[in-house]
């Protein structure tokens, strides 16, 4: 199969054609308040559907940490987070633990998240602290917060300011 290549400017229809995220398409339009909302927010992975969570260290120092004013060494041991379920309307109770480079929320993680949500690889769920209800709230996002859906395209710029791209 022969590969195509063609010039377009960044603004041509054609552009818009393979990459239709415009600042006023339908996935731009929920309000930008609401996507800061979420300060966590993980893609699923094998891993995670089991016994634990798994939050990076980086995403546990910025989120998770400030909020819970624990000494790390009692982190290390494990404290117990309430998390609610804004999706239900239900309350529950997870361990947050310190591993060598990351943080898990463990206990019952799989059967009151995985199991009772249904949960599977590639859902985003998101996380952010409820310091009214001195809690974590928590989610599953819906698709379009998070995935842009476009055919494989190769983009390069060229001197003159034109892209090529091509598409596989």
Known sequence: ????????????????QYVNVSPDSAMM???????KLWKIKKLLQDNDLNKRLLVTMNMAKKFLLPVLGTPHDTIEEGIVVAIWDVDTRTQHSLLL?????????TGDWNRDFVKRRSLKRHDMVGLYWDPSNNRFNFSVLPPEEYIVHIKPLILALSENNQYSYNLH
């Open 1 to 16: 199969m022969m590969q195509q290549y063609v010039n377009v400017s960044p603004d041509s229809a054609m552009m818009q």
């Open 29 to 35: 339009q929920q309000s930008h308040d609401e996507k």
């Open 97 to 105: 633990q310190k591993w060598s480079k990351s943080y898990v929320l």
